[in-house]
């Protein structure tokens, strides 16, 4: 990860559209998010290019790929209509809090924080996005132009650190201009003060230590905590709807957990973060995904990033991308809630790696129909990049030049956002299952109950490969390539077969094509395929989506008890967590015949959270890849689990054999809990005497300190 990373905030303003906003919030799963480089899109107000407060950080040239180039909130809001013509459902734009002022490196002709990464007053907007009173009039503009568009907002968020300590205004934070803290001026502890990471596999370094010389703030410190979380709201409360949260895998962990349940308490929301590296390689696997499953925050999907850009610009054959995703299909529970890209603001572009516009057709057709929600790069729809110094940062942030809406990646956008969004819920719901695989050709199917979509790719530019053997859960019938022939599909034959396997007609995939048939059925019964937030406590607003729900108010049953339903629609329920024991839940929903629709998954909370630093002295001894966790009364605690997916940790050892653990606990809750070992191979120690008992705090934060017993 680079110091240039993304936040999301999507945005409903209007009180009449209070229930339809909460409904698009919090199921995200058909949208199609465009990332927006703020600074590098479009100069929609000049006035604000080079405003007094930070002056000299400007180049009208756009020669100086470290200087701010004029792009702004206005820019964005002027090119709404060519985004909304893409099929663009959701704009994710940089992080807009105030940045530092200075010229981050002194001696440099310009250094800027252009990318939105170094901020210092996370009360406020930018100047340069803004203007040059730091006021939410320009946000509110777009945030209103957008939700005109049917277009959500999305701000990225870097909850992990300020600014550049080493230079600039070294780490200053300032809260609506007055200011808190910087590197050598912090009596209140604000921040961490700790070495640069040297091991990134390294759980306390990765949470505890600097990143990228970004002074590293504290969450527990209790006036961080409240800074944080009153700073997001804020954000909600001009119409954010969702944010990209950075650098996720560097934040307090356990604190995460509290802020996912503090945004989803103040306004509908969705909330994804950047977990760099979050393959199956990384030595931390295991952790992310469990992060993703219980936290209720979506992750960026860096193992189908890294498989795309291997398949379709290195060459590598299909089956590392098939296999990538049966792999993360089987350990993410929430697989369709992650969030699917090939590009970023902080590597370089694929066309960089290969310049070759079949092969983004390609691997664009391929995220848009892949399970997970896709995010388009900004440029990538109009074949920009820059290949200097390999296209890598800052070079891959290119100033967006063209806005043609001509192009083939534009009307590729335009047709398979259209499908996922209103034709066929088996891209935004569906599984996802491979039907046909050799090097060079990739045939998949999407499927969510009788709702088909199947898609063939072949990758080479020169063969076409005959297609023999291939089933497919499409009906028996004729069917047209729904891209109308774009990327050079053509009709297919299937006929009747049994167990959801119906032969297609033998056929020749030509080089360098891609084609989608799909079938879209009425259902019979109510069926479910999206919940949202997935975890929270009673009285907290949730929304199910799916289709077949009627339009009159059915159920909405937490074993034998109801929900309050605040509005229903025959695609979307919200409704309110009624008062049940904390665990995990089969949700189930009626229509109002009575007729039952399958079971979704929902965490009960026992309250709202508040993030605890647990510490026990002097534990049981460890060997390598032995680890102490923490169990206890409550969901929170894992319910007495003993394993690594139900207990809450690993704990931290800087100062072994002493262990501490920040973790988010119900508010005003008496708990008990004891600490366990769990060892290389699964076994469990647990310590003696009676569980301890703690009191949680009703706000704030808290902290526990026992000894282990022996």
């Given at each position: 990860?680079?110091s240039s990373?993304?936040?999301?905030a999507?945005?409903?303003?209007?009180?009449?559209?209070?229930?339809?906003?909460l409904?698009n919030?919090?199921?995200?799963?058909?949208?199609?998010?465009?990332q927006?480089?703020?600074?590098?899109?479009?100069?929609?107000?000049?006035?604000?290019?080079?405003?007094?407060?930070?002056?000299?950080?400007?180049?009208?040239?756009?020669?100086?790929w470290?200087?701010?180039?004029g792009?702004d909130l206005?820019?964005?809001q002027?090119?709404?209509?060519?985004?909304?013509g893409?099929?663009?459902?959701?704009?994710?734009i940089s992080h807009?809090?105030?940045?530092?002022?200075?010229?981050?490196n002194?001696?440099?002709p310009?250094s800027?924080?252009?990318?939105?990464?170094?901020g210092h007053?996370?009360m406020?907007?930018e100047?340069?996005?803004?203007?040059?009173?730091?006021?939410?009039?320009?946000?509110?503009?777009l945030v209103?132009?957008?939700?005109?568009?049917?277009?959500?907002?999305?701000?990225?968020?870097?909850?992990?650190?300020?600014?550049?300590?080493?230079?600039?205004?070294?780490g200053?934070?300032?809260n609506n201009?007055v200011?808190?803290?910087?590197?050598s001026?912090?009596?209140?502890?604000?921040?961490?003060?700790?070495p640069?990471?040297?091991?990134f596999?390294?759980?306390?370094?990765?949470q505890?230590y600097?990143?990228e010389?970004l002074?590293d703030?504290?969450?527990?410190?209790?006036?961080?905590?409240?800074?944080?979380?009153?700073?997001i709201?804020q954000?909600q409360?001009?119409?954010?709807?969702?944010?990209?949260l950075d650098?996720?895998?560097?934040?307090?962990?356990?604190?995460?957990?509290?802020?996912?349940?503090?945004?989803?308490n103040?306004?509908?929301?969705?909330?994804?973060?950047?977990?760099?590296?979050?393959d199956?390689?990384?030595?931390?696997?295991?952790?992310a995904?469990?992060f993703?499953?219980?936290?209720g925050?979506?992750?960026?999907?860096f193992?189908v990033?890294?498989a795309?850009?291997?398949?379709?610009?290195?060459?590598?054959?299909?089956s590392?991308?098939d296999?990538?995703?049966?792999?993360e299909n089987?350990?993410f529970?929430?697989n369709?809630?992650?969030v699917?890209?090939?590009?970023?603001h902080?590597?370089?572009?694929?066309?960089?790696?290969?310049?070759?516009?079949?092969?983004?057709?390609?691997?664009?057709?391929f995220?848009?129909t892949c399970?997970?929600?896709?995010?388009?790069l900004?440029?990538?729809e109009?074949?920009?990049?820059n290949?200097?110094n390999?296209?890598?940062d800052?070079?891959?942030?290119?100033?967006m030049?063209?806005?043609?809406?001509?192009?083939?990646?534009?009307?590729?956008?335009n047709?398979l956002?259209?499908?996922?969004?209103?034709?066929?819920d088996?891209?935004?719901?569906?599984?996802f299952?491979q039907?046909?695989?050799?090097?060079?050709?990739?045939?998949y199917e999407?499927?969510?109950f009788n709702?088909?979509?199947?898609?063939?790719?072949?990758k080479?530019?020169?063969?076409?490969y005959?297609?023999?053997?291939l089933?497919?859960?499409?009906?028996?019938?004729?069917?047209?390539?729904?891209?109308?022939?774009?990327?050079?599909?053509f009709g297919?034959?299937?006929?009747s077969?049994?167990?959801g396997n119906?032969?297609?007609n033998?056929?020749?995939?030509p080089a360098?094509?891609?084609?989608?048939w799909?079938?879209?059925?009425?259902?019979?019964?109510?069926e479910?395929?999206?919940i949202?937030?997935?975890?929270?406590?009673?009285?907290m607003?949730?929304?199910?989506?799916?289709k077949?729900?009627g339009?009159?108010?059915?159920?909405?049953?937490?074993?034998?008890?109801g929900?309050?339903?605040q509005?229903?629609s025959d695609?979307?329920v919200?409704?309110?967590?009624p008062?049940?024991?904390?665990?995990?839940y089969?949700?189930?929903l009626?229509?109002s015949?009575g007729t039952?629709?399958?079971?979704?998954?929902?965490?009960?909370?026992?309250?709202?959270l508040?993030?605890?630093t647990?510490?026990?002295?002097?534990a049981?001894?460890?060997?390598?890849?032995?680890?102490?966790?923490?169990?206890?009364?409550t969901i929170?605690?894992?319910?007495w689990g003993?394993?690594f997916?139900?207990?809450i940790?690993?704990?931290?050892?800087?100062n072994?054999?002493n262990w501490?653990?920040?973790?988010?606990?119900?508010?005003?809750t008496q708990i008990?809990f004891?600490?366990?070992?769990i060892?290389?191979n699964g076994?469990?120690?647990w310590?003696?005497?009676?569980?301890h008992q703690?009191t949680v705090?009703?706000s704030?934060t808290g902290?526990?300190n026992?000894?282990?017993?022996?």
């Open positions: 990860m680079t990373r993304f936040r999301f999507i945005v409903c303003s209007a009180t009449f559209l209070a229930f339809v906003c409904a919030a919090q199921d995200f799963k058909k949208q199609v998010i465009y927006i480089v703020t600074d590098r899109f479009f100069d929609g107000d000049t006035t604000n290019d080079n405003p007094s407060q930070s002056a000299g950080l400007f180049d009208s040239t756009h020669t100086n470290f200087a701010y180039w792009g206005a820019g964005i002027q090119k709404m209509s060519y985004i909304k893409m099929g663009a459902t959701a704009i994710w807009t809090v105030d940045n530092e002022n200075l010229n981050l002194p001696g440099t310009i800027a924080p252009y990318h939105g990464y170094d007053d996370f406020r907007v100047e340069h996005f803004g203007d040059s009173s730091n006021s939410w009039t320009a946000f509110d503009n209103s132009a957008a939700h005109s568009n049917g277009i959500k907002v999305i701000v990225d968020w870097a909850e992990n650190d300020t600014n550049y300590n080493a230079g600039g205004e070294y200053a934070l300032y201009g200011f808190m803290a910087n590197d001026n912090d009596p209140n502890g604000y921040f961490h003060h700790n640069a990471i040297g091991d596999n390294d759980r306390y370094q990765l505890y600097t990143l010389q002074e703030l504290n969450q527990e410190n209790p006036t961080i905590d409240s800074y944080l979380k009153t700073a709201h954000f409360t001009h119409g954010a709807d969702g944010f990209r650098a996720v895998k560097h934040v307090t962990w356990g604190w995460e957990y509290s802020l996912a349940n503090s945004v989803f103040q306004s509908p929301s969705f909330l994804y973060g950047e977990w760099y590296n979050n199956q390689y990384d030595a931390l696997y295991h952790d995904y469990k993703a499953n219980k936290s925050i979506s992750e960026l999907d193992g990033n890294s795309v850009r291997d398949v379709f610009a290195s060459n590598n054959n299909f590392e991308l296999g990538v995703l049966s792999n089987a350990n529970l929430w369709n809630d992650q699917t890209f090939f590009d970023s902080d590597e370089s572009r694929l066309l960089t790696l290969n310049n070759n516009n079949n092969r983004l057709h390609e691997a664009m057709a995220l848009l399970r997970g929600i896709p995010v388009i900004y440029g990538d109009q074949y920009l990049h290949d200097t390999s296209g890598n800052p070079y891959n942030r290119v100033w030049s063209s806005f043609s809406t001509t192009t083939t990646a534009y009307q590729l956008i047709k956002a259209t499908l996922r969004q209103s034709s066929n088996a891209l935004a719901y569906g599984g299952q039907r046909w695989l050799n090097n060079d050709v990739y045939i999407r499927k969510f709702d088909v979509v199947l898609v063939a790719i072949n080479n530019d020169t063969t076409g005959a297609i023999s053997g089933y497919t859960a499409l009906p028996a019938g004729t069917y047209t390539d729904y891209l109308g022939g774009l990327l050079g599909g297919l034959t299937v006929t077969g049994s167990g119906n032969p297609a033998n056929f020749t995939l360098h094509t891609v084609a989608v799909q079938a879209a059925a009425t259902p019979s019964a109510p479910v395929g999206s949202g937030p997935t975890v929270g406590q009673p009285g607003k949730v929304t199910i989506a799916g077949g729900f339009t009159s108010t059915g159920q909405v049953l937490f074993g034998t008890t929900s309050s339903i509005s229903w695609s979307s919200t409704f309110t967590v008062s049940v024991s904390n665990g995990i089969q949700v189930q009626k229509n015949s039952a629709a399958n079971t979704i998954q929902f965490t009960v909370l026992t309250a709202q508040i993030p605890v647990f510490t026990v002295n002097n049981t001894p460890t060997n390598t890849g032995d680890y102490i966790f923490l169990t206890g009364s929170e605690l894992g319910n003993t394993t997916d139900t207990a940790g690993p704990m931290l050892d800087p072994y054999p501490f653990l920040n973790a988010s606990m119900p508010a005003g008990q004891k600490f366990i070992k060892a290389a076994a469990v120690t310590e003696n005497g009676s569980n703690y705090p009703s704030g902290s526990v026992v000894n282990w017993q022996y």
